[in-house]
């Protein structure tokens, strides 16, 4: 399995982003897919999830401001992100769980920055 992952880049605080994961499989085998993030010196960390259902999860700090989601007919999870802030740059990761293995993309950097 093989998660693409893209959309990264720098933006001014305040702008939106969208990031996107393309798999190699079908997304409907995937039963969970999530968006992390890994800041310099810092622990990665999970940012949202998204499950087969539709359920989603989201850690507090991007509440209300990104939006986990998946698109079936092509194999895409995306992560729309509004009103960034500095604190989001990070790399962010794509992650999925095939078949009680779990697979990541390749990351893709977020720069928050004015």
């Known amino acids: 399995v093989q998660l693409q992952a893209s959309g990264g880049g720098l933006v001014q605080p305040g702008g939106s982003l969208r990031l996107s994961c393309a798999t190699s499989v079908s997304i409907n085998s995937i039963n969970v897919m999530g968006w992390y993030r890994q800041a310099p010196g810092k622990q990665r960390e999970l940012v949202a999830l998204?499950?087969?259902?539709?359920?989603?999860n989201y850690v507090d700090s991007v509440k209300g401001r990104f939006t986990i989601s998946r698109d079936n007919a092509k194999n895409t999870v995306y992560l729309q992100m509004n009103s960034l802030k500095p604190e989001d740059t990070a790399v962010y990761y794509c992650?999925?769980?095939?078949?009680?293995?779990?697979?990541w993309g390749q990351g893709t950097q977020v720069t928050v920055s004015s």
């Open positions: 998204i499950s087969n259902l539709g359920s989603t």
């Open positions: 992650n999925g769980w095939y078949r009680r293995e779990s697979y």
